[in-house]
């Protein structure tokens, strides 16, 4: 006993001992330096005030979201039983002066019926694409799924009533009519063709015709060898003169890939050449060479080719043949011997 008494008559002794006061001088020492420094009045009212108008919108906005709510819960709690009246409503005979007769709401929807079969009857189309002749088309891709709407609406009402499907078509008028204008092409890019030699100085050494991309040269009234990248060397069996008339004709590579859009432009490199002899009596010379070059364009060969979008008409438009002339002279100097009497 007398040792529990004496721990707790020190553990009172001990806590009689302790103090806050130095803590309470920190608070106070903080606060006061709060008050002085940091005392805005104006703006804590400011901040207060809007915090108020918040919460005052707060609880407007809370108040008509319930409002709302209520509305719709009992709108939508007694949908079915208004929906159910209105039938009723509508299906009980009413006097109407309609035809002379009482008609309900059934009745009704018997006429338009009839009304949406007679229309679809009469504008039942006699042909329809499958999504696959659609894709191909140059459409929107809105456009494209309008078009299958209707497709699979017709092949769905077709079998819905029993009533023969239109016939079906993989060729839209569009590709016929681009099919027609490349079948044109091909007829006329393959017609036999003459091409007239013009007027020219020495010898012909060589005649070299470009065909366009996609062609190639299929037969000549001379024999031609291929030089590759659509170049081909015409071979002629003796001498040439001006006015001489060389015809040939054009094949094409794949049709599949036939350009509707470029013209076919053939173009004729012809080379020339001419020895002159020049001797100077002065000196000797060593032997050298000299070649000139000289262009000439000649005029439009024939046959005709008109390459254009959308269908044949009666005016043909010639090609544009380019006729280049390429003339070497070779000039030879030779030695003079110089001779004593």
Known sequence: MNTREQALSNYDKDFSKLSVEKQLSQLAAINTQFNNNFSE???????????????KDIAKLL??????????????SNY??????????SLAKNPSAVDGANKTLGSYIKSLNTSMQNQITSKWPSVYYDDTTINNLSLSDTDKQHLKNISAFIRWYSKKIGKDLPTLQSTTLENEEFSQLKNDIKSKSTTKRELTL????????????????????????????????GSYQVSFPGEVSPGMTISYTLG?????????????????????????KVIKEDAPYVEKDKIENETVHAAPVSPATSVASGSSTPDVQKPTEIIT???????????QTEKKF
């Open 41 to 55: 009045p104006a703006i804590w009212k400011e901040t207060t005030d809007k915090a108020s108008s918040y919460n």
């Open 63 to 76: 108040e008509s979201l319930k409002k709302n709510n209520k509305e719709i819960d009992d709108t939508l």
């Open 80 to 89: 079915d039983t208004k929906i159910r009246e209105a039938v009723e409503s």
């Open 198 to 229: 013009p007027s020219f100085e020495g010898k012909i050494s060589k005649l070299k015709i470009t065909v366009p991309s996609g062609y190639y040269l299929k037969e000549s009234n001379f024999g031609f060898s291929d030089l590759g990248g």
């Open 252 to 276: 094409i590579k794949n049709e599949n890939d036939l350009n509707v859009l470029s013209p076919v432009l053939v173009k004729y490199q012809l080379d020339t050449t001419e020895d002159v």
């Open 325 to 335: 002339i390429t003339k070497t002279i070779t000039t030879t100097k030779i030695n």
